[in-house]
């Protein structure tokens, strides 16, 4: 299959800490992307990188790609109390007509 | 800025009932997709649907699952008999022309009795 496989499944921090979260996946992509999803809401998408690009950044978002070791990153910087959520990477299928979903990363940040 | 909205937000069934979960994607996309995400779990692709017809399903999507576009606003997916194991989060996307990134709405809740 082609998921996205998050780690750590879940990751406490306090605020203004660094939170990182790793994604690996199987098979060639043309992008990979982030999305957010506050617990029991919709998801929110966040950054899109292309299998071409090895780093992204949006704001505090900061985003890697290694084609070769077909793993991407997530870096949020100066974490909030409000960045507590659940992160998925997803990938398309080679088709490009789905999203291909990793299991997640659950993200607390303390005040 | 415009967003995909559901309805309902939350829907309880009895087993063996039909159900139809709506939603209305962004006005000019033209890709629909649903998909489902079983309590704790990561989310699923059921289906995706392109100039009126399926693009693409899961093996989720058995035939007691179907989707139509009614009208030019509507985007529907049917259970016809629903099962206790259907019962999870249900998310609609829908995505733009030349445009990579999926939106999605704010999914229903569908809990089968």
């Known amino acids: 299959s082609q998921q996205g496989e998050e780690d750590p499944q879940a990751l406490s921090i306090q605020e203004g800490e660094n939170a990182t979260m790793n994604c690996s996946y199987k098979t060639s992509i043309n992008n990979l992307q982030w999305y957010r999803q506050n617990s029991g809401r919709g998801l929110v998408h966040l950054i899109l990188i292309r299998s071409n690009e090895r780093e992204k950044h949006s704001g505090r978002l900061r985003v890697t790609l290694d084609t070769s070791k077909k793993s991407s990153s997530l870096l949020i910087t100066a974490s909030r109390a409000a960045d507590t959520a659940s992160y998925f990477c997803a990938t398309e299928n080679q088709a490009g007509t789905a999203l291909i979903f990793g299991k997640g990363t659950t993200l607390s940040v303390s005040s | 800025e415009p967003e995909v909205t559901q309805t309902p937000s939350h829907q309880v069934t009895q087993m063996g009932q039909e159900v139809i979960l709506r939603c209305v994607p962004i006005?000019?996309?033209?890709?629909f997709y649903w998909y489902r995400q079983i309590l704790g779990q990561k989310v699923e692709f059921l289906v995706s649907?392109?100039?009126?017809?399926?693009?693409?399903k899961s093996e989720i999507f058995d035939d007691q699952f179907s989707v139509e576009r009614p009208d030019g606003s509507n985007f529907t997916l049917k259970i016809r008999s629903t099962k206790l194991e259907d019962s999870a989060m249900y998310f609609c996307?829908?995505?733009?022309?030349?445009?990579?990134?999926?939106?999605f709405g704010p999914g229903t809740r569908l809990l089968v009795l």
């Open positions: 649907f392109y100039n009126n017809e399926i693009s693409e």
């Open positions: 006005s000019n996309h033209l890709y």
């Open positions: 996307a829908s995505r733009g022309q030349g445009v990579e990134t999926q939106y």
